[in-house]
Nanobody, 122 residues
C-alpha cells in the first residue's frame, strides 16, 4: 500500500503561481511513477503530468506544457507540481497518484491522494 497526501492548494489570481506537494508513505517511493491529475466541476478527471521513478522522464498534458513542472525528491518521498502562469481554466481539485509503470490514463493508477483545491480567479 502507498498512502498519498497532497498539500499546497489555494486561491490565486490569474498569472500567479502555486506549488503543490504530495507526500508518500508506505512502500519504496522511487519504485513508483507519480502522476498529477485534476478534476473540475462537471468534468472528467484529466491527466496533468507524470514523472518516472528516478525523475529522468517527465510527461505533460498539452494544456499545461511550458507552465507546469513536475519534480520529485525521493529522499523526502515527495513529488511536486510547480504551477506558473495560472489561468482560470486551471481551477480544479488536483490529485496525485502512483503506479509502477508510466501512464497518462487515470484508470491505470492504483493509489490516490484525497486531492487539494486550486482556484484561479480572473
Amino acid at each position: 500500500q502507498v498512502q498519498l497526501v497532497e498539500s499546497g492548494g489555494g486561491l490565486v489570481q490569474a498569472g500567479g503561481s502555486l506549488r503543490l506537494s504530495c507526500a508518500a508513505s508506505g512502500r519504496t517511493f522511487s519504485n513508483y511513477v507519480m502522476g498529477w491529475f485534476r478534476q473540475a466541476p462537471g468534468k472528467e478527471r484529466e491527466f496533468v503530468a507524470a514523472i518516472s521513478g528516478g525523475g529522468a522522464r517527465t510527461y505533460y498534458a498539452d494544456s499545461v506544457k511550458g507552465r507546469f513542472t513536475i519534480s520529485r525528491d525521493n529522499a523526502k518521498n515527495t513529488v511536486y507540481l510547480q504551477m506558473n502562469s495560472l489561468k482560470p481554466e486551471d481551477t480544479a481539485v488536483y490529485y496525485c497518484a502512483a503506479r509502477y509503470f508510466i501512464s497518462t490514463a487515470s484508470h491505470d493508477y492504483n493509489y490516490w491522494g484525497q486531492g487539494t483545491q486550486v482556484t484561479v480567479s480572473s
